[in-house]
């Protein structure tokens, strides 16, 4: 996949989304150059990053366009309450500690026919899921030469935390067509965890350091992994359920 259909992979699963759905309000967690945040198709739309890369100021208006050059912590800390965003895009840092409190910060932000979808759910190699994004680089052209900037992080660890803890929310991993990405929304009933998934999973948890790309990869199941086209329709069609 060449660059430019890599960077329309976003936009293009999020307006799905808010097309099917509806959505009036958009927030996006980390927005960097804007590219997928000036691309989403939706009436209102607040966008926060502690270091934008672009002219966030040109385009922050306060009502149709909110930019708040902050990290989410600090974001969620002095939004109000009430206030509540029907599609949520999680790119921020790419850490699990911070996406899960990324994501716990959206959930009481959100309402029952919110979608979220999280970014880089799954790493790409052993070297993706460092901590450390330029250690993560260095590493792989040290040992394989091959120089490239991706990175995922260790976002792939709030997978069993998702798995065993949010049987409120179905979710699903979209792997094909660029990057792979979670969505998750609000179930209809509480989704089941079966028995020898909660035992892996419930290892995972307590073992979470134990987690590397190799466990990641025995158990594709904590991940629902999908295709595109499947994982957007389980999510409209999930959502119109609740919300005919
Ligand atoms: C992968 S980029 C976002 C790309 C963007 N969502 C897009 O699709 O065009 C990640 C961004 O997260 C921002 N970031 C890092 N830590 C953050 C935090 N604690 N809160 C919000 N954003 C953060 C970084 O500054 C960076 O610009």
Redesign the pocket.
Known sequence: MDLDNW?AT?PRRLNRLAEALGCKTYL??????????NAVNVETKTG??????FDWQASHDGVGTRLLPI???E?FAQEPEKSRFDLI?I????TYD?TYR?LQNALLHSHPGTVILI?DTIPCDAYSCCRDQEEAIRLREQSTGIANAIWHGDTYKIMPLIHLFHTAYEYCTIMDQGNPQTVLWRAKEPRKVDELASMTTFWGLENLAACDYLWMLRNPQIFNPVSEAEGLDRAVAGILALHP
Do not use: A, M, N, R
């Open positions: 960077l976003s996006e967690i980390g927005v960097s150059e804007g590219i997928t945040f926060v990053d502690p270091d934008f890369q990290s989410s912590d974001f895009f790119d921020g840092l790419h911070q990324d970014d």
